[in-house]
């Protein structure tokens, strides 16, 4: 990794400024990519860039600017785009400023004045290195300032068009993929938590590696198709929406299941009667189970503790398997065990409607309860 | 929905007298869009107030830099405001006006460094009405944008920037349309749909402009005014300032986001968008609704014209123009009545009233 400090002044900095929302923000004679198009932008306050322009006119020092070095030469500003833009858009006339009591535009000012202004340096550190180093030594200036998410960081080293097309669906507030998973997506499209989550699925959790290998692809067709799947495919398979359908992990669900037929009247029937069910702790979890029919998403009722002290005392400490017990030693089923040694179990398991009731609890051994599938 | 805020604008609706005054600050954020457009251009800022608009600030401080040909601005009479920021005797042109309330033009057709800093600002403006005889002259009439010496200066003029009297939109956007001028003007939402100025919309003469800050209209407002009832959250007294969430510009102008595509993601389905029963369009509503694989006409709300592109949806109509009478269609009882507006048949039997709504249709098909 090199890091090289570099004074610049704003004149070098301003040619060539252009802003087009669509194509994206550049500066420094085209060489400079300011703001890819769909950066997340925040809506600086005029207050902010007044202080910019102020403090460049009195001569104060602004913060570091970080721009990272593009293979093919060009840069990409990775820290310092609010002030960038400010002053570029000062100087390309579209604000005006208090100075001395009087509005200036940029073009309102005496020569002098617009030369301090153009010759005003701006401390700059190029970065050079590949994409992983890039990427560490991204985390590590990250500590201060704005807090950039995971994701932003990725995509500070992974631009393209690709990841422009992406941006464009994935990162607007009231954009296409907010639009498509608001009911079943947490986070905000700005932060790119949308992106993420997409790419999360899209690439089984190896963003990083999905991302270098599609950057420099002409679109993100394929991550916007997929996700568009997706998020038709819960559509069409649940038909009554609940809010415990946001935040769940469709894309793996889709990539096991999608292709199955579903009964979606009765899918709805047995969700309905799943989210009526006690038993069931964890609401969210019946979309996966009634996929996947693992009764780890349901977190289902545990027997409390005088339940299993009952148990206990009523099964004289013994493990409630008698002779068909696992643990060693214990053919006889008349080994005791101490209380924290042993599971709760239902009797009538849960998925044959045993409740989690005091008259349904058997206190196992720990063999016993661990292979409890053999029996 | 009747906010407290379009309640406000209601209320002023007819009182012509009532004036909001746009800051520099919103006028710059629009306006940075514009400017290739003002090249060589007079610019026309009427309705306003010379030397006190920030219309024709904004114009006058950038006189150079946008390499205007010439900029007009007129007052007109009783204008609550006049004179506040330079005493009108002082100036060269109104030295003899019997009367300070008088209406006045201001013409520009330069602006030097008149004070020799070495800078042309607001100050050399200001000088230049002082001492240039021929930049501030009397008005004979009222100033009123009507009136004949007004329609003189804007036969004159390529482009006119303001801010016009809001109960006075319909006919103020007649005369630039009869007189096939260019212009960006503030104006509330809510007029989109006037019977007057929607066809400007429908047939594309006349589009949105990009909008203000977050949505936020702020305007200064007379210091007379602020003894007024305003609704709640409108007026702050801190600021002096009024704040309103309708107001947009309306511009013949090309922008850009003009010519930015919808991204499309919802799939038709008959149930999801029913069909009218007295037109035959689907019901849409909110922009991000719009299927993206039908090809026939839909219904949205008028906030789609925020987000037209004009290479992506053509423009049918409005419901005010398109909807069949409910009488021929429906028996008494079974529906609300009111103006002409889409319905969509119930369960029940009985008929839902739609808000108003603006009917659109993909261009070359589906996608």
Redesign the interface.
């Known amino acids: 990794m090199k890091i090289d400090r570099h004074q610049i002044p704003i004149r070098d900095i301003i040619e060539n400024y252009r802003d087009?929302?669509?194509e994206g923000v550049f500066g420094y004679g085209g060489q400079l990519n300011i703001r890819p198009p769909y950066q997340r932008e925040f809506?600086y306050k005029?207050k902010q860039r007044d202080a910019v322009i102020d403090t460049i006119f009195k001569g104060f020092p602004l913060n570091v600017f970080y721009w990272v070095v593009n293979e093919d030469g060009t840069y990409e500003l990775l820290d310092g785009q609010q002030r960038t833009v400010s002053l570029c858009?000062y100087a390309?006339?579209?604000?005006?400023v208090l100075l001395n009591g009087?509005?200036?535009?940029?073009?309102?000012?005496?020569?002098?004045?617009r030369e301090k202004f153009l010759d005003y340096e701006l401390m700059v550190y190029f970065c050079q290195g590949t994409d992983s180093e890039k990427l560490d030594w991204f985390r590590i200036i990250n500590i201060a300032g704005e807090k950039l998410t995971d994701q932003e960081l990725l995509n500070a080293v992974y631009t393209g068009p690709w990841l422009t097309h992406a941006k464009?669906?994935f990162s607007k507030t009231?954009?296409?993929?907010y639009?498509?998973g608001d009911k079943y997506l947490t986070g905000a499209p700005i932060r790119q938590h949308y992106l993420e989550t997409a790419l999360k699925w899209i690439s089984d959790g190896k963003i990083e590696h999905y991302m270098a290998t599609h950057q420099h692809d002409q679109n993100a067709n394929k991550l916007w198709t997929y996700f568009?799947n997706v998020l038709?495919w819960v559509e069409d398979c649940f038909v009554g929406y609940r809010t415990e359908m946001k935040g769940i992990a469709w894309g793996p669900l889709y990539d096991q299941y999608g292709k199955d037929p579903v009964d979606t009247a009765a899918l709805e029937t047995e969700i309905n009667d799943l989210m009526a069910d006690d038993e069931v702790k964890s609401k969210k979890g019946i979309y996966p189970y009634v996929l996947t029919r693992d009764e780890k998403h349901l977190s289902l009722r545990q027997f409390d503790k005088a339940a299993r002290r009952g148990a206990f005392t009523r099964q004289k400490a013994r493990c409630a398997n008698g002779k068909k017990c696992k643990t060693p030693g214990n053919t006889h089923g008349q080994m005791t065990f101490e209380l924290s040694k042993m599971d709760a179990d239902h009797i009538v398991p849960w998925s044959n409607g045993g409740k989690t009731t005091p008259d349904n609890c058997q206190m196992l051994c720990i063999a016993c309860n661990r292979s409890k599938g053999d029996l | 929905m009747a906010t407290a805020r379009s309640k406000a604008l209601s209320e002023r609706a007819g009182d012509p007298k009532d004036e909001y005054y746009s800051r520099i600050e919103d006028i710059e954020y629009e306006l940075r869009h514009y400017k290739p457009h003002f090249k060589d251009k007079v610019v026309f800022c009427n309705c306003d107030d010379p030397y006190e608009s920030d219309f024709f600030k904004y114009f006058a401080m950038n006189f150079n830099a946008l390499g205007l040909k010439k900029l007009i601005a007129t007052s007109y009479t009783r204008s609550p405001i006049v004179g506040n920021q330079i005493d009108l005797f002082e100036t060269a042109g109104l030295r003899d006006a019997p009367d300070p309330k008088q209406p006045y033009k201001v013409e520009i057709t330069e602006v030097p460094d008149l004070n020799d800093d070495g800078a042309i600002d607001l100050l050399d403006v200001e000088q230049l009405l002082r001492h240039d005889a021929n930049t501030m002259t009397m008005l004979e009439g009222t100033g009123d944008f009507r009136s004949s010496e007004s329609v003189e200066l804007l036969n004159e003029s390529d482009i006119v920037v303001t801010n016009p009297p809001f109960s006075l939109l319909s006919e103020f956007i007649g005369q630039l349309m009869e007189h096939d001028k260019k212009f960006v003007i503030v104006a509330s939402k809510l007029s989109v749909t006037y019977k007057p100025i929607w066809p400007f919309f429908q047939s594309g003469r006349m589009w949105l402009g990009n909008g203000f800050k977050n949505g936020n209209a702020y305007f200064r407002v007379p210091d007379a005014y602020r003894d007024r009832k305003f609704a709640s959250g409108v007026f702050d007294p801190k600021t002096g300032l009024v704040k309103f969430r309708n107001i947009s510009w309306f511009t013949n102008l090309d922008i850009a986001k003009r010519h930015e595509n919808l991204t499309l993601f919802k799939r038709y389905t008959p149930e999801q968008y029913p069909t009218y029963v007295n037109y035959p369009a689907i019901e849409v509503g909110t922009v991000s609704q719009i299927p993206r694989d039908y090809d026939g006409e839909m219904g949205v709300s008028s906030t789609f014209l925020d987000s037209h592109n004009p290479d992506q949806f053509e423009i049918i109509g409005y419901s005010g123009g398109l909807a069949q009478p409910m009488k021929d269609i429906a028996p008494d009882g079974t529906y609300t009545k009111g103006g002409p507006r889409f319905y969509l048949a119930q369960s029940d039997g009985t008929y839902k009233r739609m808000f108003d709504r603006v009917i659109i249709k993909q261009i070359g098909g589906a996608s």
């Not at chain 1, 390309?92 to 005006?96: H, R």
């Not at chain 1, 200036?104 to 000012?109: I, P, R, T």
């Open positions: 087009h929302a669509e809506v005029d858009q390309a006339g579209d604000f005006s009087n509005r200036k535009g940029f073009d309102n000012l005496t020569t002098d004045e464009s669906i009231g954009g296409a993929a639009g498509l568009r038709n």
